[in-house]
Nanobody, 115 residues
């Protein structure tokens, strides 16, 4: 059974940085696109960064130039480097396939940015 485990969140001042990590157990995802999603209180979950199986990167406009997604297929991990964080980045962050065939969601990791 596939399990996604996110880590690396925390409390950070605006302008600071965090690096999130996602580990997948049970299967590999080297052949599929993966993404980082986030869900703020009262908001729908949104895809903020995507990395294709071939390495093509896509970002939502609000994080372009500040977030960088990467993957290590050998370790079955996906990372999200977040720089110049803003209070509006506050959310629970999740990783998953960036496709219609989602895996069971992990518990996510909380990111809180204060000004």
């Amino acid at each position: 059974q596939v399990q996604l485990v996110e880590s690396g969140g925390g409390l950070v001042q605006a302008g600071g940085s965090l690096r999130l990590s996602c580990a997948a157990s049970g299967r590999t995802f080297s052949s599929v696109a993966m993404g980082w999603f986030r869900q703020a209180p009262g908001e729908q979950r949104e895809l903020v960064a995507r990395i294709g199986s071939g390495g093509v990167l896509t970002y939502v406009d609000s994080v372009k130039g500040r977030f960088t997604i990467s993957r290590d297929n050998a370790k079955n991990t996906v990372a999200l480097q977040m720089n110049n964080l803003k209070p509006e980045d506050t959310a629970v962050y999740y990783c998953n396939r960036a496709s219609a065939s989602l895996l069971p969601w992990g518990q996510g990791t909380q990111v809180t940015v204060f000004s």
